[in-house]
């Protein structure tokens, strides 16, 4: 058995596993820094995290209504008229 090459690998593979904590250690900061924005954003909106996708389906239901109205406002019959002219 050659010691010497098996410590070159071992000490090669420490040295990547080493980048590899070092890039994950960083993009965790990355996120963790992302996720306090994304927090303070919501706060700003009056919106407590635990409570985000009932407030989504809320204004999924506002658009879905919206759109039902102004539907409903537009003159489709006079709008097919000019479409036939």
């Known amino acids: 058995m050659n010691y010497e090459k098996e410590l070159n690998e071992l000490k090669m593979n420490l040295e990547k596993a080493n980048r ?3 890039r994950a ?4 900061e ?4 992302r996720k306090e924005e994304l927090l303070k954003e919501l706060h700003q909106y009056g919106i407590e995290p635990e409570n985000l996708n009932d407030e989504i389906e809320k204004l999924k ?3 879905e209504d919206g759109i039902r109205e102004a539907n409903e406002l537009l003159p ?3 709008l097919e008229k ?4």
Do not use: A
């Open 20 to 22: 590899f904590k070092i």
């Open 25 to 28: 250690e960083s993009k965790l």
């Open 30 to 33: 990355e996120l963790n820094s």
């Open 61 to 63: 239901k506002e658009i």
């Open 76 to 78: 489709l019959e006079l």
């Open 82 to 85: 000019i479409n036939d002219d």
